[in-house]
Protein backbone atom coordinates (compact mmCIF):
# COMPACT_ATOMS: atom_id res chain seq x y z
CA UNK A 1 0.00 0.00 0.00
CA UNK A 2 1.08 3.30 -0.85
CA UNK A 3 1.61 5.80 2.60
CA UNK A 4 2.24 8.82 0.52
CA UNK A 5 -1.08 10.98 -0.69
CA UNK A 6 -1.38 14.66 -1.15
CA UNK A 7 -4.28 14.40 0.93
CA UNK A 8 -5.38 12.11 4.21
CA UNK A 9 -8.35 11.89 5.36
CA UNK A 10 -9.37 10.97 8.95
CA UNK A 11 -13.20 10.06 9.42
CA UNK A 12 -14.58 7.68 7.03
CA UNK A 13 -18.02 8.87 7.74
CA UNK A 14 -20.47 10.29 5.43
CA UNK A 15 -18.65 13.85 5.79
CA UNK A 16 -15.46 12.32 4.90
CA UNK A 17 -16.22 9.48 1.92
CA UNK A 18 -18.19 13.28 0.31
CA UNK A 19 -14.86 15.65 0.63
CA UNK A 20 -12.52 12.35 -0.45
CA UNK A 21 -14.70 11.17 -3.36
CA UNK A 22 -14.63 15.35 -4.62
CA UNK A 23 -10.91 15.04 -4.00
CA UNK A 24 -9.80 11.69 -5.84
CA UNK A 25 -12.59 13.30 -8.85
CA UNK A 26 -10.35 16.41 -9.06
CA UNK A 27 -7.40 14.37 -9.45
CA UNK A 28 -5.91 14.44 -6.16
CA UNK A 29 -4.59 11.54 -4.45
CA UNK A 30 -6.34 10.70 -1.18
CA UNK A 31 -6.43 8.15 1.69
CA UNK A 32 -8.97 7.84 4.08
CA UNK A 33 -8.73 6.24 7.37
CA UNK A 34 -11.57 5.12 10.25
CA UNK A 35 -10.99 3.17 13.32
CA UNK A 36 -14.21 1.07 12.33
CA UNK A 37 -14.63 -1.66 10.30
CA UNK A 38 -16.77 -0.30 7.87
CA UNK A 39 -17.83 3.10 6.30
CA UNK A 40 -20.59 5.65 7.20
CA UNK A 41 -19.45 6.08 10.97
CA UNK A 42 -22.82 7.12 12.38
CA UNK A 43 -24.70 6.13 9.44
CA UNK A 44 -24.98 3.02 10.82
CA UNK A 45 -25.72 -0.53 10.15
CA UNK A 46 -25.52 -3.38 12.33
CA UNK A 47 -26.21 -7.07 11.49
CA UNK A 48 -28.59 -8.92 13.84
CA UNK A 49 -28.35 -12.75 12.63
CA UNK A 50 -29.23 -12.79 9.35
CA UNK A 51 -31.24 -9.40 9.59
CA UNK A 52 -29.91 -5.71 8.96
CA UNK A 53 -30.81 -2.80 11.65
CA UNK A 54 -29.81 1.18 11.41
CA UNK A 55 -28.58 2.06 14.92
CA UNK A 56 -27.59 5.42 13.69
CA UNK A 57 -29.12 7.69 11.38
CA UNK A 58 -32.96 6.38 10.64
CA UNK A 59 -33.85 8.41 7.11
CA UNK A 60 -32.29 11.84 5.63
CA UNK A 61 -33.93 14.99 4.23
CA UNK A 62 -32.64 16.52 0.86
CA UNK A 63 -33.12 20.42 1.02
CA UNK A 64 -30.38 21.22 -0.81
CA UNK A 65 -30.31 21.69 -4.84
CA UNK A 66 -27.29 19.48 -5.43
CA UNK A 67 -27.95 16.59 -2.78
CA UNK A 68 -31.60 16.40 -4.41
CA UNK A 69 -30.73 15.66 -7.67
CA UNK A 70 -27.87 13.17 -6.52
CA UNK A 71 -30.21 11.14 -4.47
CA UNK A 72 -32.52 11.05 -7.80
CA UNK A 73 -30.12 9.43 -9.84
CA UNK A 74 -30.18 6.57 -7.02
CA UNK A 75 -33.88 6.43 -6.48
CA UNK A 76 -36.27 3.54 -7.15
CA UNK A 77 -35.66 0.00 -8.92
CA UNK A 78 -32.56 -1.81 -9.78
CA UNK A 79 -28.83 -1.54 -9.28
CA UNK A 80 -28.76 2.41 -8.89
CA UNK A 81 -31.89 2.00 -6.92
CA UNK A 82 -30.47 1.73 -3.46
CA UNK A 83 -32.70 4.70 -1.80
CA UNK A 84 -36.08 4.88 -1.61
CA UNK A 85 -38.57 7.09 -0.11
CA UNK A 86 -39.23 5.80 3.06
CA UNK A 87 -42.04 8.27 4.95
CA UNK A 88 -42.88 11.56 4.80
CA UNK A 89 -43.49 12.33 7.83
CA UNK A 90 -44.01 10.66 11.87
CA UNK A 91 -46.90 10.66 14.06
CA UNK A 92 -45.89 12.22 17.95
CA UNK A 93 -46.28 10.56 21.10
CA UNK A 94 -47.18 13.17 23.76
CA UNK A 95 -48.57 12.83 27.25
CA UNK A 96 -49.06 9.29 26.58
CA UNK A 97 -51.25 9.80 23.02
CA UNK A 98 -50.21 9.27 19.45
CA UNK A 99 -50.93 12.46 17.48
CA UNK A 100 -51.23 12.07 14.07
CA UNK A 101 -49.05 14.84 11.71
CA UNK A 102 -49.46 15.62 8.19
CA UNK A 103 -46.54 14.20 5.97
CA UNK A 104 -44.39 17.54 4.19
CA UNK A 105 -41.31 16.16 3.06
CA UNK A 106 -39.78 13.18 1.94
CA UNK A 107 -37.37 11.13 4.20
CA UNK A 108 -35.40 8.67 2.56
CA UNK A 109 -33.47 5.58 3.79
CA UNK A 110 -31.73 2.56 2.53
CA UNK A 111 -33.11 -1.11 1.87
CA UNK A 112 -29.70 -2.59 2.95
CA UNK A 113 -29.30 -0.05 5.19
CA UNK A 114 -28.18 3.24 6.13
CA UNK A 115 -24.51 2.64 5.61
CA UNK A 116 -25.21 1.90 1.93
CA UNK A 117 -25.66 5.79 1.92
CA UNK A 118 -21.82 6.09 2.58
CA UNK A 119 -20.83 3.22 0.32
CA UNK A 120 -22.12 4.75 -2.54
CA UNK A 121 -20.51 8.28 -1.76
CA UNK A 122 -17.32 6.75 -1.11
CA UNK A 123 -17.65 4.66 -4.33
CA UNK A 124 -13.80 4.42 -6.16
CA UNK A 125 -12.44 5.00 -2.37
CA UNK A 126 -10.16 2.55 -0.87
CA UNK A 127 -10.67 3.40 2.59
CA UNK A 128 -8.02 1.92 5.43
CA UNK A 129 -10.50 0.52 8.21
CA UNK A 130 -10.12 -0.86 11.93
CA UNK A 131 -7.83 1.19 12.88
CA UNK A 132 -7.79 4.83 14.96
CA UNK A 133 -5.47 7.37 14.04
CA UNK A 134 -3.62 8.00 17.39
CA UNK A 135 -1.20 10.68 16.70
CA UNK A 136 -0.79 13.49 14.16
CA UNK A 137 2.21 15.42 13.64
CA UNK A 138 3.29 18.30 11.10
CA UNK A 139 6.99 16.72 10.14
CA UNK A 140 9.21 18.77 7.42
CA UNK A 141 5.88 20.23 5.82
CA UNK A 142 3.62 17.12 5.65
CA UNK A 143 1.35 15.72 7.73
CA UNK A 144 2.06 12.36 9.86
CA UNK A 145 -0.94 9.97 11.40
CA UNK A 146 0.18 7.02 13.08
CA UNK A 147 -2.68 3.93 13.27
CA UNK A 148 -2.80 2.11 16.65
CA UNK A 149 -1.09 -0.65 14.91
CA UNK A 150 1.66 1.42 13.99
CA UNK A 151 1.39 2.23 10.26
CA UNK A 152 2.11 5.53 9.86
CA UNK A 153 0.68 7.85 6.45
CA UNK A 154 1.88 10.95 5.12
CA UNK A 155 0.08 13.53 3.11
CA UNK A 156 0.49 17.20 2.14
CA UNK A 157 -2.88 17.82 3.32
CA UNK A 158 -5.30 16.86 6.14
CA UNK A 159 -9.04 16.54 6.23
CA UNK A 160 -10.45 15.59 9.70
CA UNK A 161 -14.29 14.21 9.83
CA UNK A 162 -14.60 13.75 13.52
CA UNK A 163 -17.16 14.52 15.84
CA UNK A 164 -15.82 17.96 17.76
CA UNK A 165 -14.27 16.21 21.38
CA UNK A 166 -12.52 13.58 19.33
CA UNK A 167 -10.98 16.33 16.32
CA UNK A 168 -9.71 18.49 19.60
CA UNK A 169 -8.21 15.53 21.16
CA UNK A 170 -6.44 14.04 18.54
CA UNK A 171 -5.62 17.43 16.28
CA UNK A 172 -5.81 20.21 18.55
CA UNK A 173 -1.65 20.90 18.32
CA UNK A 174 -2.07 21.48 14.73
CA UNK A 175 -5.32 23.63 14.88
CA UNK A 176 -5.52 27.47 14.41
CA UNK A 177 -7.01 28.15 18.62
CA UNK A 178 -9.59 30.15 16.92
CA UNK A 179 -10.72 27.05 15.26
CA UNK A 180 -10.16 24.87 18.68
CA UNK A 181 -12.39 26.92 20.41
CA UNK A 182 -15.21 27.10 18.18
CA UNK A 183 -15.14 23.46 17.60
CA UNK A 184 -14.72 23.32 21.29
CA UNK A 185 -18.61 25.20 21.60
CA UNK A 186 -20.16 22.21 19.97
CA UNK A 187 -21.29 19.30 22.42
CA UNK A 188 -22.79 16.06 20.98
CA UNK A 189 -24.77 14.37 23.34
CA UNK A 190 -25.07 10.25 23.88
CA UNK A 191 -27.90 8.33 22.85
CA UNK A 192 -28.67 4.32 22.88
CA UNK A 193 -29.56 2.60 20.24
CA UNK A 194 -31.99 -0.40 21.71
CA UNK A 195 -33.03 -3.02 18.59
CA UNK A 196 -33.87 -6.76 18.59
CA UNK A 197 -36.00 -8.95 16.34
CA UNK A 198 -39.73 -9.24 17.57
CA UNK A 199 -41.87 -12.14 18.60
CA UNK A 200 -44.64 -10.49 16.03
CA UNK A 201 -45.04 -7.30 14.12
CA UNK A 202 -46.77 -4.53 16.46
CA UNK A 203 -50.53 -3.79 15.16
CA UNK A 204 -49.64 -0.24 14.70
CA UNK A 205 -50.15 1.98 11.91
CA UNK A 206 -46.80 4.16 11.99
CA UNK A 207 -43.32 2.89 10.46
CA UNK A 208 -41.54 5.54 13.18
CA UNK A 209 -42.56 7.17 16.41
CA UNK A 210 -41.17 10.68 17.19
CA UNK A 211 -41.59 11.10 20.79
CA UNK A 212 -41.90 14.62 22.99
CA UNK A 213 -41.73 14.63 26.91
CA UNK A 214 -41.24 11.12 27.13
CA UNK A 215 -38.20 10.08 29.86
CA UNK A 216 -36.84 7.26 28.17
CA UNK A 217 -37.10 7.30 24.26
CA UNK A 218 -37.03 9.96 21.73
CA UNK A 219 -37.88 7.61 19.06
CA UNK A 220 -39.17 3.78 18.27
CA UNK A 221 -39.03 2.88 14.43
CA UNK A 222 -40.13 -0.60 12.58
CA UNK A 223 -36.59 -1.13 11.29
CA UNK A 224 -38.02 -3.99 9.12
CA UNK A 225 -40.07 -0.95 7.01
CA UNK A 226 -37.02 -0.43 5.67
CA UNK A 227 -36.38 -3.83 4.50
CA UNK A 228 -37.37 -5.51 1.92
CA UNK A 229 -41.63 -6.82 1.90
CA UNK A 230 -41.54 -9.16 4.15
CA UNK A 231 -38.72 -9.35 6.10
CA UNK A 232 -39.20 -10.31 9.69
CA UNK A 233 -39.85 -7.74 12.39
CA UNK A 234 -37.55 -5.64 13.90
CA UNK A 235 -38.13 -3.01 16.57
CA UNK A 236 -35.14 0.16 17.45
CA UNK A 237 -35.68 2.82 19.78
CA UNK A 238 -33.40 5.55 20.59
CA UNK A 239 -33.16 6.81 24.25
CA UNK A 240 -33.01 10.51 25.40
CA UNK A 241 -29.92 12.21 26.37
CA UNK A 242 -30.78 12.49 29.73
CA UNK A 243 -31.53 8.89 30.37
CA UNK A 244 -28.27 7.76 28.12
CA UNK A 245 -25.88 10.23 29.95
CA UNK A 246 -27.15 8.39 33.55
CA UNK A 247 -26.55 4.84 31.82
CA UNK A 248 -23.45 5.95 30.06
CA UNK A 249 -20.66 3.16 31.53
CA UNK A 250 -23.62 0.46 32.52
CA UNK A 251 -23.06 -2.80 31.05
CA UNK A 252 -24.76 -2.36 27.43
CA UNK A 253 -27.05 -5.81 28.56
CA UNK A 254 -28.55 -4.18 31.22
CA UNK A 255 -29.34 -0.86 29.41
CA UNK A 256 -31.11 -3.12 26.84
CA UNK A 257 -33.02 -5.12 29.27
CA UNK A 258 -34.30 -2.51 31.27
CA UNK A 259 -35.33 -0.36 27.94
CA UNK A 260 -37.00 -3.64 26.77
CA UNK A 261 -39.20 -3.49 30.12
CA UNK A 262 -40.47 -0.20 28.91
CA UNK A 263 -40.89 -1.07 25.36
CA UNK A 264 -42.94 -4.02 26.55
CA UNK A 265 -44.74 -1.90 28.65
CA UNK A 266 -45.26 0.96 26.55
CA UNK A 267 -46.42 -0.73 23.02
CA UNK A 268 -46.41 -4.43 23.95
CA UNK A 269 -43.25 -5.25 22.21
CA UNK A 270 -42.14 -9.02 22.79
CA UNK A 271 -38.74 -9.94 21.48
CA UNK A 272 -37.71 -13.15 20.03
CA UNK A 273 -34.64 -13.07 22.26
CA UNK A 274 -32.72 -10.20 24.71
CA UNK A 275 -32.43 -7.26 22.99
CA UNK A 276 -29.05 -5.77 22.46
CA UNK A 277 -27.99 -1.79 22.72
CA UNK A 278 -25.82 0.34 21.15
CA UNK A 279 -23.89 3.19 22.91
CA UNK A 280 -23.45 6.55 20.96
CA UNK A 281 -21.09 8.26 23.31
CA UNK A 282 -21.50 11.41 20.47
CA UNK A 283 -24.77 11.21 18.79
CA UNK A 284 -26.01 14.40 18.10
CA UNK A 285 -25.52 18.38 18.72
CA UNK A 286 -27.17 19.35 22.30
CA UNK A 287 -30.09 21.24 21.13
CA UNK A 288 -28.54 24.58 21.65
CA UNK A 289 -25.88 24.12 19.34
CA UNK A 290 -25.99 26.36 16.14
CA UNK A 291 -27.41 25.24 12.81
CA UNK A 292 -24.36 26.40 11.06
CA UNK A 293 -20.96 27.36 12.60
CA UNK A 294 -18.82 30.27 10.79
CA UNK A 295 -15.85 28.85 10.56
CA UNK A 296 -13.63 28.93 7.62
CA UNK A 297 -13.18 25.18 7.26
CA UNK A 298 -10.38 25.29 4.83
CA UNK A 299 -6.81 26.88 5.79
CA UNK A 300 -4.84 27.35 2.58
CA UNK A 301 -1.41 28.16 4.90
CA UNK A 302 -1.73 24.84 7.01
CA UNK A 303 -3.59 22.67 4.37
CA UNK A 304 -5.89 21.85 7.01
CA UNK A 305 -9.86 21.59 6.37
CA UNK A 306 -13.21 20.29 8.99
CA UNK A 307 -16.16 19.00 7.79
CA UNK A 308 -18.90 16.74 9.41
CA UNK A 309 -22.56 17.09 10.54
CA UNK A 310 -21.79 19.39 13.76
CA UNK A 311 -20.82 22.36 11.31
CA UNK A 312 -24.31 21.95 9.81
CA UNK A 313 -27.30 21.15 11.98
CA UNK A 314 -26.36 17.48 13.05
CA UNK A 315 -28.24 15.59 10.58
CA UNK A 316 -26.68 13.54 7.42
CA UNK A 317 -27.65 15.94 4.71
CA UNK A 318 -25.54 18.18 6.65
CA UNK A 319 -22.66 15.82 6.76
CA UNK A 320 -22.54 15.01 3.22
CA UNK A 321 -22.98 19.16 2.28
CA UNK A 322 -19.69 19.47 4.72
CA UNK A 323 -17.72 17.25 2.55
CA UNK A 324 -18.90 18.12 -0.81
CA UNK A 325 -18.55 22.37 0.49
CA UNK A 326 -14.38 21.33 1.69
CA UNK A 327 -13.86 20.09 -1.07
CA UNK A 328 -15.26 22.60 -3.75
CA UNK A 329 -13.20 25.40 -1.48
CA UNK A 330 -9.90 23.11 -2.20
CA UNK A 331 -10.20 22.33 -5.68
CA UNK A 332 -11.86 25.96 -6.57
C1 LIG B 1 -28.65 7.60 17.23
C2 LIG B 1 -28.53 8.55 16.08
C3 LIG B 1 -29.66 8.84 15.30
C4 LIG B 1 -29.57 9.72 14.22
N1 LIG B 1 -30.66 9.92 13.44
C5 LIG B 1 -30.54 10.70 12.34
C6 LIG B 1 -31.60 10.79 11.41
O1 LIG B 1 -32.61 10.10 11.51
N2 LIG B 1 -31.45 11.63 10.34
C7 LIG B 1 -30.30 12.36 10.15
O2 LIG B 1 -30.23 13.10 9.17
N3 LIG B 1 -29.27 12.25 10.99
C8 LIG B 1 -29.35 11.43 12.07
N4 LIG B 1 -28.28 11.27 12.91
C9 LIG B 1 -27.07 12.05 12.65
C10 LIG B 1 -26.22 11.46 11.50
O3 LIG B 1 -25.98 10.10 11.76
C11 LIG B 1 -24.92 12.22 11.44
O4 LIG B 1 -25.25 13.59 11.23
C12 LIG B 1 -23.97 11.81 10.34
O5 LIG B 1 -23.95 10.42 10.12
C13 LIG B 1 -22.58 12.30 10.74
O6 LIG B 1 -21.63 12.05 9.73
P1 LIG B 1 -20.16 12.60 9.91
O7 LIG B 1 -19.37 12.09 8.76
O8 LIG B 1 -20.20 14.06 10.11
O9 LIG B 1 -19.61 12.01 11.30
P2 LIG B 1 -19.40 10.52 11.77
O10 LIG B 1 -20.38 9.63 11.13
O11 LIG B 1 -19.35 10.56 13.25
O12 LIG B 1 -17.95 10.16 11.21
C14 LIG B 1 -16.78 10.29 11.97
C15 LIG B 1 -15.92 9.07 11.73
O13 LIG B 1 -14.67 9.24 12.39
C16 LIG B 1 -14.23 7.98 12.84
N5 LIG B 1 -13.22 8.22 13.87
C17 LIG B 1 -13.38 8.81 15.09
N6 LIG B 1 -12.19 8.88 15.72
C18 LIG B 1 -11.27 8.33 14.88
C19 LIG B 1 -9.85 8.10 14.96
N7 LIG B 1 -9.13 8.48 16.02
N8 LIG B 1 -9.24 7.48 13.92
C20 LIG B 1 -9.95 7.12 12.82
N9 LIG B 1 -11.28 7.29 12.69
C21 LIG B 1 -11.92 7.90 13.70
C22 LIG B 1 -15.51 7.31 13.34
O14 LIG B 1 -15.37 5.91 13.38
C23 LIG B 1 -16.53 7.79 12.28
O15 LIG B 1 -16.67 6.85 11.24
C24 LIG B 1 -28.34 10.37 13.95
C25 LIG B 1 -27.20 10.05 14.71
C26 LIG B 1 -27.30 9.14 15.75
C27 LIG B 1 -26.06 8.76 16.51
Not at 48 to 64: M, S
Not at 147 to 162: H, K, M, V
Not at 225 to 240: D, E, F, K, Q, S
Request: aromatic share 8%; hydrophobic share 45%; with cysteine.
Amino acid sequence: MDLTSDFLVIGAGLGGVAAASRLVASGQKVIIVDKARGVGGRAATKRLGDLRVDTGAQFFTTRDAELTAWVASRLGAGARGEIFEWARGFPLWKDGQIVQRDGTHPRYACRSGMSQLAKLLASGLEPVLGQPVISLERWSGRYRATLADGTTFEATSLILNLPPVQLVALAAPLLDPSWTEAISDVHLEPCFAIYGELESDLQVDWMGLEFEGHATFRWIARDHTRRAPGARPVLLAHTTALWSQERLEDSPDAVAAEAARELERLLGARFRSAPQAHRWRYARPTADAPQKISLETWSAATRIGVCGDWLRGGRVEGAILSGWDLARQITR
